[in-house]
């Protein structure tokens, strides 16, 4: 049945290499094992039946395995190809039998083919699947994708159940790692490793609750020939100046409150939504210079929040967008709190996040609180009530109760009325722009114009609105915490508002019909892209069978005026008094609700014109110097902007190739290094556990419908009636979607307020917002998913 090899291991079958490393094992163990060949089964089945019961007299259960010749060979894994029975009686002879039978009968039936039999390891606690490199690149990092909930031992390589997945760096150091079983199981894979004299490997383990590692399978990687040339030493030479950088950021800065600073990926303004989590230059740069670099904290200014000194709210780590949450916390305290109450205020908030990462995009309403709602002090008193002084809490909702007041303002002074008006002056200048064909939009000079007036009138008062829609939907939660309104009703309300979204759906709809033309359509909605702020995603305007196959939308939208029963006004009344809004009728309160929602919509709406102009007008100029759409989205629109006039015309497209080149080898390591969502320090860099947030869910009903993976080169007439769309980063440019009937929608990316959560409420469809990276990848390579709102569940139908 084998035979050891001390000189240098020899991996043989699946049960030929266990054998042979079984004895050379000391942090871990081996399963014993019994196998045998196709060609004795069948010619001696009495006899094998009979050893396997002498073998495992001791055991209740067994796991009849395959260990197949053609398995976990270099060339080819044939991971998952073949049958394993699990829990098979080892008193029945019939049950043994028919587990061996089916085994083999999912071979091509090789006489030397082999079955490999084994006791059930019932005390498990972990089990999972070890990469000793990323499988898709080669990066030097262990991929640990484990279950420690289904205590089964095929739950990871089934691909069933809950599983997590943890990345950690070659050069950890063990003092980074906290949990006892990962170390445990690094601990095994490293015995393997050495023992092997083999570094790349895919290695099976599982772990008893008293921690002892047992290994249930070791093969070579065999994709290893399709790894990125020099990935290792790239990725290890420049991991420790990425980790220098981190360390430095977080620390104390002026005029800053807060001890240490967290960045995150999704906080505040999500870049990963907005751009994605590994933009290209031109979109990162663009979206800081129209938001994150001043606007941000000028509007929050302007509602009378903090006022800050110039700093940033995003920050990029190898090409990468990070939020530098304490400035966002800053931020958002309200104006005239004492220093020391702020500086334990953004502590609280930080330490909340730092222990419970898992609310990183959705900090404003489970970490913070930027306005008095209507349950604000069983709030606070939750979360921090053993922090604060009675004292302290009252300075902070007097002058938090101050802020709220001023915003709940309908007068044509207040900042959202005025915010409102910005946008509406924006889409007049729009208008006039269009009509005027004398225009020279290739111009920098252009472009710089198109720039400056997406800051000042659409930007800055989109963040205003924005911030009081906020404010809208901790009133809203808050009312139905306190059982003003139920958590149905509130939906019917937000699905009765009609936005830009909804006005979109029906013209689509319309078209489709022929009640609309399509140039109307264009002409209003042509400026829209999958990706807001990348060059390379093509606009409606510009997107053939845009109209094709439209099935309209997937639920009506409801255009009935709400109104609030007799029991639900006069509570809500109330909660006014109680928490001294009497300034403002239930009402007014309506009307402001409808107001921003409606605004923040049509707000985004309108900015977003704005950079389309300034993307085409980029492609209009790359084109003249001979520069493509991909060559542009490598360059920053600062040295677009400030590149030197005396460059001659002919010389241009030298000049910005030696930009592109070197930034196209920077976005490739930026890929190749790994990122956690959330850098707390510098081990974050080393053990990066992939996002497992808590989605979002929209709605309460459960489907069952195939998924399909939907980003910006997908078709508009790509068939997606009846399935859940599933997509990482949604923006305005994926609206088309609500015109398919489709049945739900799945995001990688997003929080509570997300752009595609407001639009699946606003529709009535069911979705999960947010899933996270692990979650999100697992259920777009399964073949149908169970989205189950009401019990807050994503479940995989493996086909």
């Known amino acids: 049945m084998g035979s050891i090899t001390k000189s240098k291991f020899k991996f043989g079958t699946k049960a030929e290499t266990l054998e042979r490393i079984a004895p050379l094992l000391k942090t871990g163990q081996v399963a014993p094992l019994y196998y045998f060949t196709v060609a004795q089964w069948r010619s001696q089945s009495e006899a094998v039946l009979n050893q396997i019961q002498k073998e495992f007299i001791s055991f209740k259960e067994l796991i009849v395995r395959s260990s197949a010749q053609c398995e976990d060979t270099h060339e080819q894994s044939m991971a998952g190809a073949f049958h394993s029975c699990l829990h098979i009686d080892v008193q029945s002879k019939t049950d043994i039998t028919k587990a061996i039978d089916k085994v083999i009968s999912s071979y091509q039936e090789h006489g030397d083919d082999q079955v490999l039999v084994q006791p059930m390891i019932s005390d498990v606690a972990v089990s999972g699947v070890v990469m000793t490199y990323n499988l898709e690149d080669g990066a030097p990092y262990y991929v640990i994708n484990y279950d420690d909930f289904s205590g089964r031992t095929d739950s990871v390589t089934g691909g069933t159940g809950v599983h997590k997945t943890v990345l950690i760096n070659h050069q950890y150091q063990k003092e980074y790692i906290q949990s006892k079983r990962i170390k445990s199981v690094l601990d095994l894979v490293e015995e393997v490793k050495?023992?092997?004299?083999?570094?790349?490997?895919?290695?099976?383990?599982?772990?008893?609750?008293?921690?002892?590692?047992?290994?249930?399978?070791?093969?070579?990687?065999?994709?290893?020939?399709?790894?990125?040339?020099?990935?290792?030493?790239?990725?290890?030479?420049?991991?420790?100046?990425?980790?220098?950088?981190?360390?430095?950021?977080?620390?104390?800065?002026?005029?800053?409150?807060?001890?240490?600073?967290?960045?995150?990926?999704?906080?505040?303004?999500?870049?990963?939504?907005?751009?994605?989590?590994?933009?290209?230059?031109?979109?990162?740069?663009?979206?800081?210079?129209?938001?994150?670099?001043?606007?941000?904290?000028?509007?929050?200014?302007?509602?009378?929040?903090?006022?800050?000194?110039?700093?940033?709210?995003?920050?990029?780590?190898?090409?990468?967008?990070?939020?530098d949450v304490r400035n966002s916390f800053n931020s958002l305290l309200p104006e005239g709190l004492t220093g020391g109450l702020a500086e334990k205020m953004v502590n609280a908030w930080l330490d909340r996040l730092r222990e419970h990462p898992e609310l990183h995009d959705k900090v404003e309403f489970d970490v913070m609180q930027t306005c008095v709602d209507f349950s604000f002090e069983e709030t606070f008193h939750e979360r921090y009530g053993d922090i604060f002084t009675k004292q302290e809490y009252q300075e902070f909702k007097t002058a938090l109760s101050k802020l709220t007041k001023q915003c709940l303002n309908l007068a044509e002074t207040s900042s959202l009325r005025m915010a409102l008006t910005s946008i509406d002056d924006l889409a007049k200048r729009q208008n006039r722009r269009d009509q005027n064909k004398e225009v020279q939009?290739?111009?920098?000079?252009?472009?710089?114009?198109?720039?400056?007036?997406?800051?000042?009138?659409?930007?800055?008062?989109?963040?205003?609105?924005?911030?009081?829609?906020?404010?809208?939907?901790?009133?809203?939660?808050?009312?139905?915490?306190?059982?003003?309104?139920?958590?149905?009703?509130?939906?019917?309300?937000?699905?009765?508002?009609?936005?830009?979204?909804?006005?979109?759906?029906?013209?689509?709809?319309?078209?489709?019909?022929?009640?609309?033309?399509?140039?109307?359509?264009?002409?209003?909605?042509?400026?829209?892209?999958?990706?807001?702020?990348?060059?390379?995603?093509?606009?409606?305007?510009?997107?053939?069978?845009?109209?094709?196959?439209?099935?309209?939308?997937?639920?009506?939208?409801?255009?009935?005026?709400?109104?609030?029963?007799?029991?639900?006004?006069?509570?809500?009344?109330?909660?006014?008094?109680?928490?001294?809004?009497?300034?403002?009728?239930?009402?007014?309160?309506?009307?402001?609700?409808?107001?921003?929602?409606?605004?923040?919509?049509?707000?985004?709406?309108?900015?977003?014109?704005?950079?389309?102009?300034?993307?085409?007008?980029?492609?209009?100029?790359?084109?003249?110097?001979?520069?493509?759409?991909?060559?542009?989205?490598?360059?920053?629109?600062?040295?677009?902007?400030?590149?030197?006039?005396?460059?001659?015309?002919?010389?241009?497209?030298?000049?910005?190739?030696?930009?592109?080149?070197?930034?196209?080898?920077?976005?490739?390591?930026?890929?190749?290094?790994?990122?956690?969502?959330?850098?707390?320090?510098?081990?974050?860099?080393?053990?990066?556990?992939?996002?497992?947030?808590?989605?979002?869910?929209?709605?309460?009903?459960?489907?069952?419908?195939?998924?399909?993976?939907?980003?910006?080169?997908?078709?508009?007439?790509?068939?997606?009636?009846?399935?859940?769309?599933?997509?990482?980063?949604?923006?305005?440019?994926?609206?088309?979607?609500?015109?398919?009937?489709?049945?739900?929608?799945?995001?990688?990316?997003?929080?509570?307020?997300?752009?595609?959560?407001?639009?699946?409420?606003?529709?009535?469809?069911?979705?999960?917002?947010?899933?996270?990276?692990g979650t999100f990848e697992r259920l777009v390579k399964s073949g149908t998913v169970e989205l189950n709102c009401g019990a807050k569940a994503l479940n995989p139908l493996y086909e």
Not at 514 to 540: A, M, N, V, W
């Open 194 to 323: 050495l023992l092997s004299e083999q570094s790349a490997l895919d290695i099976e383990f599982g772990l008893t609750h008293n921690e002892i590692p047992y290994l249930f399978q070791v093969r070579p990687i065999c994709l290893t020939t399709a790894w990125e040339k020099g990935i290792k030493k790239r990725v290890l030479e420049n991991l420790p100046d990425v980790t220098r950088t981190i360390e430095s950021y977080v620390q104390r800065r002026d005029n800053i409150f807060g001890e240490k600073s967290i960045l995150t990926t999704m906080s505040d303004w999500n870049p990963a939504e907005m751009i994605g989590v590994t933009p290209k230059p031109l979109a990162f740069s663009l979206y800081r210079k129209l938001i994150t670099q001043t606007v941000w904290r000028l509007a929050r200014q302007e509602m009378k929040y903090s006022t800050l000194p110039d700093v940033e709210l995003m920050t990029g780590i190898m090409g990468r967008p990070y939020i």
């Open 441 to 773: 939009r290739e111009t920098l000079g252009h472009i710089q114009h198109l720039i400056d007036e997406c800051k000042e009138l659409g930007t800055f008062p989109f963040s205003i609105i924005a911030r009081h829609a906020f404010i809208v939907e901790s009133l809203l939660r808050s009312m139905v915490k306190r059982g003003a309104i139920t958590a149905e009703r509130m939906k019917l309300f937000k699905r009765s508002i009609v936005t830009v979204a909804s006005e979109m759906a029906m013209d689509i709809e319309a078209v489709s019909k022929e009640i609309k033309s399509q140039e109307s359509f264009l002409k209003r909605y042509g400026h829209l892209r999958p990706g807001t702020y990348d060059i390379t995603s093509l606009c409606y305007s510009d997107r053939d069978q845009l109209f094709n196959h439209s099935n309209g939308l997937h639920a009506h939208v409801i255009t009935d005026e709400f109104l609030l029963t007799s029991q639900e006004r006069v509570s809500i009344e109330n909660l006014l008094k109680e928490s001294d809004f009497g300034h403002f009728s239930v009402d007014d309160l309506l009307e402001y609700m409808r107001l921003s929602i409606v605004g923040r919509e049509y707000g985004k709406f309108v900015f977003t014109k704005n950079i389309s102009d300034i993307l085409e007008s980029l492609a209009v100029w790359g084109g003249q110097i001979g520069l493509s759409r991909e060559d542009i989205s490598h360059l920053t629109i600062e040295s677009i902007l400030n590149s030197p006039v005396s460059i001659k015309h002919e010389d241009q497209k030298s000049y910005f190739k030696k930009e592109i080149k070197q930034a196209k080898s920077k976005f490739k390591l930026s890929k190749e290094i790994k990122f956690c969502y959330i850098l707390r320090d510098i081990k974050d860099m080393y053990v990066l556990p992939l996002h497992r947030s808590a989605p979002n869910f929209i709605g309460t009903l459960s489907i069952v419908a195939p998924v399909i993976f939907v980003d910006s080169a997908t078709k508009a007439n790509a068939d997606m009636t009846g399935k859940i769309v599933c997509i990482e980063n949604a923006d305005p440019g994926f609206d088309w979607i609500f015109t398919k009937d489709i049945a739900g929608v799945i995001t990688k990316y997003g929080g509570a307020n997300s752009h595609m959560a407001i639009r699946c409420a606003e529709f009535g469809l069911l979705a999960a917002i947010g899933c996270g990276e």
